[in-house]
């Protein structure tokens, strides 16, 4: 009994490290970050008729949830490959995430939505992918790769801080473009889904 205590505090302590770890990792990504090309993110959202996301795996679940928050503000927003997603057109913005760079479906979105002229903004961590040479704007993410085993840029298991990366970020946007738009929180929670 004494030594199962014993055993849930240790692993108690050991969370709290991780959970240190992955904070003291996002706050060095947020510094290593190159945030010119933000300005074109946020004026390509604010431009666009319509709003696609589109990232794979985990990567995609923090995409949907800043697809949530864009909607909050009242922008049409799609997640590409849902169901009720339109086709992209020349007036509209294409923001996508791939850890690679190279994730075919992603490239493939990529590739056809530069074709009938939309805006295409990428996140990789990747400046040579394919991904990031057919954007219009790259905004390169200084995380681990997937594949990256040596844990040099994180300790963690593979695209997490990318992950995370893709989240937080989506917030810190979110928030720059609710201080333009000014709407008071009221405003924004009648759009929240109300059928849950």
């Known amino acids: 009994m004494h030594s199962d205590h014993q055993q ?3 692993h108690s302590t050991d969370i709290q490290g991780n959970l240190k770890q992955i904070l003291a990792e996002n706050n060095a990504l947020s510094e ?10 946020i004026e390509g959202i604010q431009q666009a008729e319509s709003i ?3 990232a794979a795996g985990r990567s995609g679940f923090a995409m949907r949830s800043v697809a949530m928050r864009l909607m909050h503000l009242g922008f049409r927003v799609y997640f590409v490959g849902d169901t009720t997603t339109p086709a992209i057109q020349s007036t509209d913005l294409l923001w996508v995430a ?3 760079g190279t994730t075919g479906s992603i490239v493939r979105a990529a590739e056809k939505a530069k074709s009938v002229g939309a805006n ?4 990789t961590t990747n400046p040579a992918s394919t991904l990031a040479g057919i954007s219009d704007t790259h905004i390169l993410l200084p995380a ?13 298991y593979a695209g997490s801080l990318f992950e995370q990366a893709l989240l937080l970020i989506g917030d810190a946007v979110f928030m720059e473009l609710w201080k333009v738009d ?7 929670w009648k ?3 109300n059928m849950e």
């Open 8 to 10: 849930s505090v240790l």
């Open 191 to 193: 759009r929240h889904a």
């Open 120 to 123: 295409v903004i990428a996140f």
């Open 182 to 188: 000014g709407s008071p929180a009221e405003t924004l």
């Open 98 to 100: 791939s850890g690679s």
């Open 32 to 41: 290593a970050l190159d945030y010119e090309d933000f300005g074109a993110l």
């Open 52 to 54: 696609f996301l589109l």
């Open 144 to 156: 681990a790769e997937k594949e990256d085993h040596a844990g040099s840029r994180s300790k963690q």
